[in-house]
Each structure stands twice: as C-alpha cells, then as structure tokens.
C-alpha cells in the first residue's frame, strides 16, 4: 500500500478557491490512479473526482463538474484538486485515494489506500 498525506484544506468563502494537494508515498506513484472523496457530517461519503495514473483518464461527481479539477504531477508523487467556485455545499472532510494499476474508480470500496483527510469549510 502507499501512505497518503492531504494537505491545503482550510476556511474559505463562497465564490472562493483551494487547492488541494494528496502526497504520496513510495516510488511507483503513476502506476495508482487516485480519487478524491469528501464526507459532510451526518452525509454518506461522495465521489468527487478521479484519474488514472498516466493522467488520460478522469472522472468528475455531477456535483463538482466544471468547478473542480483533478490532475496529478507523477514526478512529485502528488496528486492536486483545484476547488473553483466553492459553495458552502462544499464543506467537507475531502479524502485522497490510490488503487493500485487501475484506470479510473468512482466508488470508495475499490481503494486500496486512504489519506486521513483535510477539512474544507465554505462560508456563505
């Protein structure tokens, strides 16, 4: 398994913008695809987005489509979410996920490995 480590989760205002970064670690980061998660308290955890480990391939939940943006830099082991346009919906506790030598997954039960989460608040 890779260990992951959010980080770049914070408070921000509605019509803002995050950048979220997942570090990984190990030396075979382009072979995982990697997912981002979020779970609002009391809410089932939701798909947000995905890409393959060669980057061709991405997945967007209907929620985030065309506000957010996934894409990774497989020589800095990094996977990022650029959050456009945040809405207080948003507010979450945001996941990053790896699997490993897999295209694309939408659905958290076919992930290997797990970060520990970083909170994204959105203010109205």
């Known amino acids: 398994q890779v260990q992951l480590v959010e980080s770049g989760g914070g408070l921000v205002q509605a019509g803002g913008s995050l950048t979220l970064s997942c570090a990984a670690s190990?030396?075979?980061?382009?072979?995982?695809?990697m997912g981002w998660f979020r779970q609002a308290p009391g809410k089932k955890r939701e798909f947000v987005a995905a890409?393959?480990?060669?980057?061709?391939?991405?997945e967007y939940g209907d929620s985030v489509k065309g506000r957010f943006t996934i894409s990774r830099d497989n020589t800095k082991n990094t996977a990022y979410l650029q959050m456009n346009s945040l809405k207080p919906e948003d507010t979450a506790v945001y996941y990053c996920a790896a699997v490993w030598k897999s295209g694309v997954r939408t659905t958290g039960r076919e992930y290997d490995s797990w970060g520990q989460g970083t909170q994204v608040t959105v203010s109205s």
């Open positions: 190990g030396r075979t980061f382009s072979s995982y695809a």
């Open positions: 890409i393959s480990g060669g980057a061709r391939s991405l």
